[in-house]
């Protein structure tokens, strides 16, 4: 694998080979912040990336795990090791036990409640969001990677067997530099990419992941006429009529490409807009029921707590106590 992505990356990935000062950042915090006040005056994560920089790598022993749950727009590789408790991202909460491998794409919240055993070693991948947009990631070779991005966007984990292979290839990044780290860091990326792994996020509804995913211009069509009518009343025949199908031929259709039903589809992107409006705005629920489509609130609320397993007002005041945007 090392030899494929060097013969690429030196004759044929431009961005790099005219960029080979790509500086590698390695941030020891137990260094950087040998008082912990600090890191707690800071209250968010150190993400050094300037447009120079490929990723960077945060290693960090004997971890207190006293930060909020916050989110931020690179993507990351958290590997937690020798401790246990729970992990948070986005709406998924699941225990972990000695060690724990995930990764998760932009704007993802996220926090892992671990507790302070001595011994415990947490390494951390980040990378930018703009890392999805390289030419070189239009490449055959390169599309495991692609797709490994596009589910990362809801936090993917990975088995037991993925998570121990893994391991000490990521414990012997935080020792290297130059460039080898580059053919290093694809090379994770890689076999991550053709491992096994499960979503964790069971309600994130964007609608330009879906068109990206489908590469329907069809859906597309459809998923825009959605993301704009979401708030008023949008029918299964009206959206039909839209590509020139009937009611019955469009739900398969629309079924076969997003793995959802249309009402399943148009309901959950209600819920993640009601979500962000709970979370960024102080409209009442009430408002909140009405601009995202829902003509009923006891429907709404009812729905809204199947999917979230909170009531809206719950919700909004469990995001406001573990929530820091930045």
Not at 28 to 50: A, G, R, S, Y
Not at 139 to 168: E, H, N, S, T
Not at 241 to 257: D, N, T, V
Request: glycine share 4%; with cysteine.
């Amino acid at each position: 694998m090392h030899k494929i992505l060097y013969d690429f990356l030196l004759n044929d990935c431009t961005f790099l080979k005219n960029r080979l000062y790509f500086q590698f950042y390695f941030i020891d915090l137990q260094q950087k912040f040998q008082n912990i006040k600090i890191m707690k005056e800071v209250q968010k994560e150190i993400v050094p990336i300037v447009n120079e920089d490929l990723f960077i790598v945060l290693d960090h022993p004997d971890a207190d795990f006293d930060y909020s749950v916050h989110y931020h727009p690179e993507y990351e590789i958290t590997l937690v090791m020798n401790t246990y408790g729970e992990r948070i991202v986005g709406d998924s909460v699941e225990p972990f036990k000695d060690i724990d491998l995930v990764m998760i794409g932009p704007n993802i919240a996220h926090k892992w409640c671990g507790e302070v055993v001595k011994g415990n070693h947490v390494i951390t991948i980040q990378f930018s969001e703009q890392f999805f947009d390289l030419p070189i990631l239009n490449k055959r070779l390169f599309a495991p990677i692609k797709k490994l991005l596009v589910d990362a966007r809801c936090g993917v984990c990975f088995p037991q067997d993925v998570l121990l292979k893994m391991k000490d290839r990521i414990i012997d990044l935080t020792h290297m530099q130059g460039f080898q780290t580059v053919l290093v860091f694809l090379s994770l990326l890689y076999e991550l990419a053709i491992s096994d792994r499960y979503t964790l996020i069971s309600n994130r509804y964007d609608t330009k992941e879906t068109v990206m995913t489908t590469k329907s211009r069809r859906i597309a069509k459809v998923c825009e006429y959605i993301e704009e009518h979401y708030s008023d009343t949008v029918g299964l025949t009206e959206v039909a009529a839209l590509i020139g199908m009937s009611g019955s031929a469009f739900s398969h259709f629309f079924k076969s490409k997003t793995n959802s039903t249309f009402i399943d589809y148009l309901n959950n992107l209600r819920i993640a807009k009601a979500c962000q409006l709970l979370t960024e705005t102080n409209q009442t629920v009430a408002e909140i029921c009405y601009n995202c489509g829902f003509n009923n609130m006891s429907n709404f609320i009812r729905m809204f707590k199947k999917k979230k397993l909170y009531t809206p007002n719950e919700y909004r005041n469990f995001m406001s106590q573990i929530l820091l945007k930045y």
